[in-house]
């Protein structure tokens, strides 16, 4: 099975991202045959930032390699370094329906509000699908907010299946990221950059702890029992603690006589260690930064192999020339 997936690097990744997509990522390079890229042209919808868009991407690098993607297993790469993705768009817009785009939740969430939409954003299902169909994907992981976007995916790709009388392409699956991974933000919303709630993922302990600090609470008095499960420091411990530690915390809310400052610490302490030595590992690597673009650089390479083979039999299908070399 072939596993793909892209993550925009449109700002620095938090919490979030590391429990709700890049750790199972991580996982499945274990077992897949896996693609994973950073979709720095979707990201030319929002960031119009040079300098920004660059940052971003060789962060999200970092961020990616410090976590554990291993480049010996999974293939990792800009797709703006495969220029094929952008052809197969062409061929594959050329059959998508307007109607089919009209639909799509980005652009129509954005006409909704009244905002000018440019054609980027209402075409970025189609690349989307470039991305996924270019390399024979058979999952993607993905969150819930993507799935309308592996449908869209389905329609073009069997349409062009259909249109041309050939299996050109493989039909992709939707894997969804777990939904009980849904990470809360400091003020107990969904995290998200654009709710500006967001925890990142490599700040030094000392920003950090301040940042959790800032978790919003309600004013119970420290001597009052409290409802563990109702506060959001406790919701985010437990994505670092095992049953018992769990359960520990939840009996000193229970009894009585602990602050919120006290689990705040506790959830200090519990994610310092848990990405400490990532945040270790990321500052060997951004020192030597001629290695992570060697990644990149040989990612695209064996990215770019199977790109080739994929995009000719799309070409020769719909009447182009096959391209040599
Ligand atoms: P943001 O909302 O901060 O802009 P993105 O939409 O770029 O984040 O997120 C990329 C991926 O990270 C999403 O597809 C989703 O799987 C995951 N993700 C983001 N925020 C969360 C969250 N709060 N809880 C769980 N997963 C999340
Ligand atoms: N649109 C996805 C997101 O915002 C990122 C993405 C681009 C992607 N191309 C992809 C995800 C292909 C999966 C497969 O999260």
Redesign the pocket.
């Known amino acids: 099975m072939k596993v793909l997936s892209g993550?925009?690097p449109?700002g620095r990744f938090?919490w979030?991202?590391y429990?709700?997509?890049i750790r199972q990522y991580i996982a499945l390079q274990e077992n897949e045959q896996s693609f994973y890229f950073i979709a720095d042209l979707h990201a030319l919808t929002t960031v119009r930032d040079p300098e920004a868009l660059r940052g971003f991407t060789r962060d999200a690098a970092l961020d990616l390699l410090a976590l554990g993607l291993d480049p010996n297993k999974a293939t990792l790469f800009r797709q703006s370094d495969i220029p094929e993705v952008t052809e197969l768009m062409w061929l594959l817009i050329t059959l998508t329906p307007m109607s089919l785009l009209e639909k799509c939740h980005a652009y129509k969430d954005k006409l909704a509000k009244g905002l000018p939409a440019d054609a980027g954003l209402f075409s970025y299902p189609v690349l989307m699908a470039a991305d996924i169909l270019l390399y024979d994907s058979n999952i993607v992981p993905?969150?819930v907010?993507?799935v309308q976007h592996i449908e869209v995916t389905r329609d073009i790709a069997t349409k062009f299946n259909l249109t041309y009388q050939r299996e050109v392409f493989v039909l992709p699956e939707a894997r969804v990221?777990s939904e009980t991974?849904?990470?809360v933000g400091v003020d107990g919303d969904?995290?998200?950059?654009?709710y500006g709630n967001?925890i990142e993922l490599f700040d030094e302990p000392k920003k950090l702890r301040k940042r959790l600090m800032s978790i919003k609470t309600d004013s119970t008095p420290v001597e009052a029992a409290k409802d563990p499960e109702a506060c959001s420091v406790f919701t985010l411990y437990k994505l670092f603690a095992n049953e018992t530690q769990q359960a520990e915390l939840a009996a000193r809310y229970r009894a009585g006589g602990m602050g919120y400052g006290e689990a705040k610490q506790a959830l200090f302490e519990a994610a310092d260690a848990f990405f400490g030595p990532a945040r270790e590992r990321r500052h060997q690597l951004a020192a030597d930064s001629k290695t992570v673009e060697d990644i990149l650089q040989a990612g695209a390479k064996r990215a770019r192999a199977k790109a080739q083979e994929v995009l000719n039999r799309a070409r020769e299908a719909c009447g182009l020339s096959a391209r040599v070399g």
């Open positions: 993550i925009q449109t938090h979030g991202n429990f709700g997509a993905v969150g907010d993507q990221l991974a849904k990470v969904k995290m998200s950059k654009s967001t």
